[in-house]
């Protein structure tokens, strides 16, 4: 947070699990509209997200570049979900400084042209054009603020411990929003359930197959490679793929499960002799896991409770795990990192293909605003929440007005130019190729 102007940073870190489900994360970015302020330590004047501008999204391997954004229905449902999540951040920071009487000028969502506004009492309230950010803003250090400078109700001359919860109440909005995102889907349309079977399944061929030429057919499920048994485990894919690659031009031996004309399952040995491709074997298949999707719908509350829990862990070590990856293995990650454009065009996909995605992505959202935004870095709740510890291990003696601005200002300029980086990168991944 910061002195004087302050803006609030949303980042979207946006995950995919395997086999198409979406699991992970969305980060959080922000910049502030230009304003006068008095140079005081005020410690916020404005928290907010934009989200738009600035946000960041791992979306590894669910729709890489080739971005579908057919179906203006779910694209309009995609961007008012994150409209939502956003103005739940919002209302976490509002309501927790409104609960606690401090002074608030301000409350938007989106950016751009003004599209509604109300002035009440104390706050005006706005809805912009691009409903992809939004601020709460405080009259602190306005020149035109109607209160005295020691007004005890003006965030900045609240104690340390009632500003932390006011920069922390837009995170925990996150959370409890993606809780309850959860425990609705879960007493609704239900969580799906992988079940895996041994052995995994051939569901397509790449031009130039040696396993299509062996015989091998869409459909068949490979048992076994070179007498090795395939387990029922999601692994078991990459253990094949593993498997060629570590043959090439070695003859291997698959023992194939194939239905035949009258259904009836025949067991048959094929053998394959992968190509050599830059030194790993090729077989020309597309493989995935031998399972099937069930729903789970939960029977009483206590059920639904654990298992939202469960899936909520899940979820967010998943944001986590790719968050971090961007972090110790830039270097692959970074192709996978996506602006805000993807996420709409990732939400839209998903939810075309099932409306538990609806769901899954709504929550992931919320649980990557929350996980980037508690991270100590300047223009994030985190880094606010950083300045004010560190004011509370100075016995309340704020830092100057001048050090806390340029760190701010130097984490809304990183999060604005590699925002409008990413916002290009994914313009120029729709133009058709």
């Known amino acids: 947070m910061k002195d004087g102007r302050n803006r609030h940073c949303n980042l979207l870190v946006a995950n995919d699990a395997d086999d198409g489900v979406i699991e992970a994360a969305e980060p959080r970015g922000g910049a502030a509209e230009t304003r006068r302020s008095r140079k005081t330590n005020a410690g916020i004047e404005r928290v907010g997200s934009f989200a738009a501008l600035a946000g960041t999204t791992a979306v590894p391997g669910l729709i890489g570049t080739d971005f579908d954004l057919a179906g203006p229905g779910s694209v309009f449902t995609a961007v ?33 042209p003004n599209l509604f506004t109300y002035r009440g009492p104390e706050v005006e309230y706005s809805l912009k054009a691009v409903p992809l950010g939004g601020f709460v803003a405080f009259p602190d250090d306005d020149e035109d603020c109607p209160y005295p400078e020691d007004d005890p109700d003006l965030l900045r001359n609240r104690p340390v411990r009632d500003r932390a919860i ?6 925990i909005a996150n959370v409890i929003f993606a809780f309850g995102i959860l425990y609705n889907q879960v007493t609704t349309v ?50 094949v793929v593993s498997m060629v690659k570590d043959s090439p031009n070695a003859l291997m031996k698959f023992e194939i499960m194939h239905l035949g004309v009258d259904g009836a399952p025949e067991v048959k040995t094929v053998q394959v002799r992968p190509n ?17 999707i069930n729903r789970h719908v939960a029977q009483n ?43 709409v065009a990732t939400g839209a996909e998903v939810m075309r293909n099932d409306i538990s995605g609806l769901y899954q992505f709504a929550a992931v959202i919320n649980i990557n605003l929350a996980i980037v935004n508690i991270l100590p870095l300047p223009a994030l709740d985190g880094g606010f929440l950083l300045l004010i510890a560190i004011e509370a291990l100075r016995g309340g003696k704020k830092l100057p007005v001048e050090v806390e601005q340029s760190i701010t200002g130097a984490g809304v300029l990183f999060l604005f130019i590699s925002g409008a980086s990413l916002i290009l990168r994914d313009t120029i991944n729709l133009l058709p190729h």
């Open 80 to 112: 008012a979900v994150l409209a939502v999540i956003i103005t739940v951040h919002e209302c976490g920071h509002f309501f927790a400084a409104r609960s606690q009487g401090i002074h608030v000028s301000q409350f938007s969502v989106g950016f751009g």
């Open 166 to 171: 006011v920069v922390s109440a837009g995170i």
């Open 190 to 239: 239900g969580f799906n359930e992988q079940k895996f079977e041994p052995g995994v399944v051939v569901r397509a061929f790449t031009n130039g197959s040696v396993a299509r030429e062996a015989g091998i057919e869409a459909g068949d499920i490979i048992l076994s490679v070179d007498g090795e048994k395939l387990p029922a485990a999601r692994k078991s894919v990459s253990k």
């Open 276 to 292: 050599g491709v830059g030194g790993e074997g090729k077989v020309g298949v597309k493989l995935e896991s031998n399972s099937s």
């Open 301 to 343: 509350p206590f059920e639904a409770a654990l298992l939202s829990t469960k899936e909520f862990a899940r979820l967010s070590s998943m944001v986590w795990n790719s968050l971090t990856g961007l972090f110790t293995n830039f270097g692959e990650s970074k192709s996978q990192v996506s602006g805000p454009i993807a996420i």
